[in-house]
């Protein structure tokens, strides 16, 4: 059975940091690309980043860019994100997801509440 | 970016009866290997989403025959041949062809009358 388990998230000030971990298993971690996707309290799903299969090749979201870092350990079947200079407006439940090639974004993680308020 | 409209936004459906939800993208959603990298997602109160529907009219295992995906270029649809009370949720189309960045629509809300 696929699944991703997300932890690190809670309450942080404005400025803080936090790094989320998303824990894989019930599948080859690294023959998938990885994402992460966020849902402000009571709005939609906004895509946030990507990784490829080995961990070469990553984007994010303009919003994000030169703030938010994600990676991945193959050997530990772990996603993460390094979240710093954070904002109000990054307050938001965050999703890692899975994205078989060729087909996309399949299976989801319970989601992990991120707040930043002082 | 590729902008993904959902319409309507929010839906009130009897039980029993079709519902249908429109997504229409901004560019076409065809790549340049022939294929369509359009998804749909139910997300059910207080839950993760859920694939339902890949590649445009492809249907996840599990889900009910119910639901179908249909289109192509830019003008894509998901109904639901007859509405069931788990069926309540939002809706999210998705497109995966022009990226970064992945991009989703607004959202449809369905709800029973």
């Known amino acids: 059975e696929v699944q991703l388990v997300e932890s690190g998230g809670g309450l942080v000030q404005p400025g803080g940091s936090l790094r989320l971990s998303c824990a894989a298993s019930g599948f080859t971690f690294s023959s998938y690309l990885m994402h992460w996707v966020r849902q402000a309290p009571g709005k939609g799903l906004v895509w946030v980043s990507y990784i490829s299969r080995d961990g070469s090749s990553a984007s994010s979201a303009d919003s994000v860019k030169g703030r938010f870092t994600i990676s991945r350990d193959n050997a530990k079947n772990t996603l993460y994100l390094q979240m710093n200079s954070l904002r109000a407006e990054d307050t938001a439940v965050y999703y890692c997801?899975?994205?078989?090639?060729?087909?996309?974004?399949?299976?989801w993680g319970q989601g992990m509440l991120v707040t930043v308020s002082s | 970016d590729v902008v993904m409209t959902q319409s309507p936004l929010s839906l009130t459906v009897t039980l029993g009866q079709p519902a249908s939800i429109s997504c229409r993208s901004s560019q076409s959603l065809v790549s340049s290997n022939g294929g369509t990298y359009l998804n749909w997602f139910q997300q059910r109160p207080g839950q993760s989403p859920r694939r339902l529907i890949y590649?445009?009219?492809y249907r996840d295992s599990g889900v009910p025959d119910r639901f179908s995906g249909s289109g192509s270029g830019t003008d894509f649809t998901l109904k639901i041949s007859r509405v069931e009370a788990e069926d309540v949720g939002v809706y999210y189309c998705m497109q995966g062809t022009h990226w970064p960045p992945w991009t989703f629509g607004q959202g449809t809300k369905v709800e029973i009358k």
């Open positions: 997801a899975r994205d078989e090639p060729e087909v996309g974004i399949d299976y």
């Open positions: 590649k445009v009219s």
